[in-house]
């Protein structure tokens, strides 16, 4: 089973960045689609981007243009640059790797990593 641990959320104001990071215990490689997702207080959980091996990646409308995920295939590493923060991007934001085995699809979950803008 794939293992995701996430990192570098925090506190930050309205127009500043923030790189997430998810690590994940095996090669990226061998991961159908991975993506990018977040959940605010009351709210159900939203994509943000996917992508899977040699693709582009996939951004929701809302941060097109301000979001930017990158690969670190030597380190099984996925980024999310998040620039020009807005209130509205307050979120746990969650990294998901979709893949496949012999007994079939399965989905992991990092522990999700907690990203506050303020106003």
Known sequence: QVQLV???GGL???GGSLRLSCAASKSIFSINVMGWYRQAPGK???LVATFSSGSRTNYAD???G???????????TVYLQMNSLKPEDTAVYYCNAHYYS????H???GQGTQVTVSS
């Not at 301000?66 to 099984?76: E, G, I, M």
């Open 62 to 64: 809302s941060v097109k």
């Open 44 to 46: 159900q959980r939203e």
């Open 66 to 76: 301000r979001f930017f995920n990158s690969l670190d295939n030597a380190k099984n």
């Open 102 to 105: 012999s007994d079939g699809p």
């Open 6 to 8: 996430e990192s570098g």
């Open 107 to 109: 989905d992991s979950w």
């Open 12 to 14: 930050v104001q309205a």
